[in-house]
């Protein structure tokens, strides 16, 4: 079982920045093997996919937040990043973490809500 927990939403001022970690219950050999990738869910939508990083280190972003959002391994915090620059208004949503291991299990953080609002 892993588990992981997502931090850093909150309510930000358009064309601000948020910073969300994942930080896995095994990070040190979960990020070695699994896919994580970053979800996000807006009121009254479908959740869709908005970043991935592979257990490789290759990183893809939705055409959507393409040049605004930065997806990162942080050594440091042993942790998943998303870096959210330039925020507007439609990028207000419930944030996931997710994680596709080698044997097909897939898991799913909490969520941390990110508001874009003035």
């Known amino acids: 079982q892993v588990q992981l927990v997502e931090s850093g939403g909150g309510l930000v001022q358009p064309g601000g920045s948020l910073r969300l970690s994942c930080v896995a219950s095994d990070s040190g050999r979960i990020f070695g093997v699994a896919n994580m990738g970053w979800y996000r869910q807006a009121p009254g939508k479908e959740r869709e996919w908005v970043a991935l990083r592979t257990n490789t280190g290759r990183t893809y972003v939705a055409d959507s937040v393409t040049g605004r959002f930065t997806i990162s391994k942080d050594n440091t915090q042993n942790a998943v990043v998303l870096q959210m620059d330039s925020l507007k208004p439609e990028d207000t949503a419930v944030y996931y973490c997710?994680?596709?291991?080698?044997?097909?299990?897939?898991?799913w953080g909490q969520g941390t809500q990110v508001t874009v609002s003035s």
């Open positions: 997710k994680a596709d291991l080698p044997n097909s299990a897939t898991y």
